[in-house]
């Protein structure tokens, strides 16, 4: 969702502040603004719908000279997308600038107020209040010291928040300070930075600061950081967060997009995940942070994710009812948080999946679950992340940034975490052997040499993506753990072809899905060895019957198919049947990015869609 970045130093502001901005383009965005000091002491800036290459060349026209400057890539949610709605947005003086990301909830209460004392509004945004109200402070009670303006704002808003503010009257200084949604600071020789994750920063330090809620950060321009608690006590050791990935893996690479790029780093970032895991407790996870007695006294566990996450989460229970046998329910967070009639069990361990660590809808029903009195336990990809900050202990999945909007690696990578967790499980409770735990841990180690056998197929899925020309809609079948698979193929192709799929358990399709099918109409079904193969295999008939065109992800050998089917996606044997939804996905994710790009879509950054869902 929205991007923060501001810098104040010896470099020229604007250049940063546009590459910082093109780096956060992956959190998702509909237009973008820069405003920095002028030498002479004024605000200029520049801002406009549409992609930071365009505010690139507004900036370039602008010819934006100083060096203390904020910007920000802003994500609809109150106003349309426009140029007036773009941030910064300024005061009435058009002295202090701000950019925010979150959403100011009593926004239009204090909007009244601000205009019956006389305040011009020159957007339709909540964010704009916040400039007003830092205005006030600064022209009353906090009069020459902008950290106390801004703390005197925040005092009155109610909601989450990421901001950043520069003020022409203070040249040289930003004061920034967060509410729920994460900032991060940066102290180089070259001067002092923000932004909104470390992506940006990775460029020019590999040593940030994370900021605690309602801290507020003064950056000076030679580099220096004050940092100042909620209760106005400087901060002497904030934490610290090494960025341990090279800023190269943030690009390219010889890549056409991200999406290809980060499809292929699956087989490595599974071997990361799982390197040194065999350990004297069957499967080493010390991140789990309960001891053997309260994982053998676990009778439940509640997986909470939303979108990809979830999919994840649903072939985790899979394999968590079969090595751990413990009972496990998936939920959508935004289901989750507002289900007022939820039973708890005791003993419930609850397991929230995120890629990001930053979805509000995941992070309210982890708090809710912390509050029913549940150990919460995070899977996530970033580092220092909102969800790792707030659970008792934390798995990081450890698949690189991910910078294309749809989730591949993070995803795979969610699902063999959730694996490791299984045995974890299993072992301390006592339904899995040693032995036992060793065999399924050597099976996932096959994962990275059959994922790469997929990779080099990627031909079967550029053939098979002519199937979807000129067709406005797509069914997805699966059964058991498949049918994950098939949700996960049909939201990849949704989100990135703009192509309507619909996925559905393949038995469930006879009670109305069916209607759909007519000659020509692509039919996805993952449908490899197994004991559901030949139940899919009539949903598969039930299909071809009707004219569908079938795509199969089979496993390779299986003649039926090969006979039957339009097009193949061919799967290597796999030692476990658990495994497979990591290696098989990798077809549907190939598939999608073949589908969209045929449409002439950039595949890395769909519309509407943002990378961290801050928002409720
Ligand atoms: C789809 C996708 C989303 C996310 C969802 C949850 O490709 O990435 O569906 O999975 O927004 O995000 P996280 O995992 O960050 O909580």
């Known amino acids: 969702m929205c991007g923060v970045v501001g810098y104040t130093g010896k470099r020229q502001a604007v250049d940063w502040l546009l590459d910082g901005l093109q780096t956060l383009e992956y959190r998702g965005y509909d237009s973008a603004g820069v405003q920095v000091v002028s030498p002479s002491g004024n605000l200029h800036g520049v801002k406009c719908a549409g992609r930071v290459a365009i505010l690139r060349e507004r900036a370039h026209t602008a010819n934006l000279h100083g060096t203390c400057g904020i910007g920000h890539t802003r994500w609809a949610t109150h106003g349309t997308p426009t140029d007036r709605n773009a941030h910064p947005h300024l005061d009435c003086t058009g002295r202090i600038a701000i950019v925010h990301n979150g959403i100011i909830e009593n926004y ?13 509004f020159r957007s339709d945004t909540d964010s704009e209040v916040v400039a007003h109200l830092v205005e006030e402070a600064w022209a009353g009670p906090a009069r020459g010291d902008l950290a106390a303006a801004v703390r005197n ?12 503010v520069a003020c022409a009257d203070v040249p040289g200084e930003l004061v920034v300070t967060r509410l729920g949604s994460p900032l991060v600071v940066a102290s180089t020789d070259d001067g002092a930075y923000v932004a909104s994750d470390v992506m940006p920063l990775s460029s020019v330090t590999s040593r940030v600061f994370q900021l605690d809620d309602r801290d507020i950060a003064t950056l000076h321009a030679d580099g220096s950081i004050d940092i100042v608690d909620r209760d106005g006590r400087l901060v002497s050791n904030p934490v610290a967060m090494e960025i341990d990935w090279d800023a190269s893996a943030a690009r390219l690479g010889g890549y056409s997009d991200f999406m290809a790029k980060e499809i292929s780093e699956q087989p490595e970032a599974i071997e990361r995940l799982l390197a040194g ?10 991140e789990l ?10 009778r439940h566990v509640v997986i909470i994710a939303c979108g990809t996450s979830y999919h994840a989460g649903l072939t985790a229970k899979v394999a968590i009812e079969r090595w751990a046998k413990i009972p496990v329910s998936v939920e959508y967070a935004s289901e989750f948080i507002y289900d007022d009639d939820y039973l708890v069990p005791d003993h419930t361990l609850c397991v929230v999946i995120t890629q990001s660590g930053e979805t509000a809808d995941t992070l309210a029903a982890a708090r809710r679950m912390r509050g029913m009195g549940c150990d919460v336990f995070a899977i996530t990809n970033v580092l220092g992340s909102t969800a790792a900050r707030e659970a008792d202990g934390t798995l990081y999945v450890q698949a690189g940034p991910e910078v294309a909007v749809a989730s591949t690696k993070a995803y795979t990578a969610q699902m063999v975490a959730s694996f490791l967790l299984a045995l974890r499980l299993g072992f301390a409770n006592g339904r899995l052997t040693r032995d036992e735990v060793e065999k399924h841990l050597h099976d996932l180690e096959q994962i990275p040499d059959l994922m790469r056998e997929v990779l080099s197929r990627r031909w079967q899925d550029k053939q098979a993506a002519r199937r979807f020309r000129h067709k406005g809609s797509s069914l997805f079948l699966g059964r058991n753990v498949s049918s994950a698979t098939a949700f996960e193929g049909a939201l990849k192709l949704k989100e990135i072809s703009y192509l309507h799929a619909e996925a559905y358990p393949a ?15 692509p039919v996805v079904a993952v449908v490899p060895a197994g004991h559901v193969h030949d139940k899919t295999m009539s949903n598969i008939q039930e299909c071809l019957a009707r004219g569908a065109s079938v795509i199969a992800v089979a496993t390779d050998g299986d003649e039926r198919v090969a ?17 497979v939804p990591a290696v098989s996905v990798l077809h549907l994710q190939m598939l999608a990015r073949y589908v969209a790009r045929d449409r002439g879509y950039d595949v890395d950054k769909p519309r509407n869609l943002a990378k961290s869902v801050t928002v409720e």
């Open 108 to 120: 239009q209460q204090l909007k009244r107020e601000l205009m019956a004392d006389g305040h011009e």
């Open 153 to 164: 704002a925040c005092d009155r808003l109610e909601g989450s928040w990421a901001l950043a």
């Open 277 to 286: 895991r065999l350990g004297k407790h069957g499967i080493e996870l010390d």
């Open 289 to 298: 942070k309960l001891g053997k007695e309260e994982l053998a006294a676990l």
């Open 507 to 521: 038995g469930e399709m006879k009670h109305g899905p069916i209607a759909l099918l007519e000659p020509g109409f």
């Open 563 to 579: 006979k039957l089917c339009q097009e193949v996606l061919g799967v290597p044997n796999c030692p476990d049947d658990i495994i």
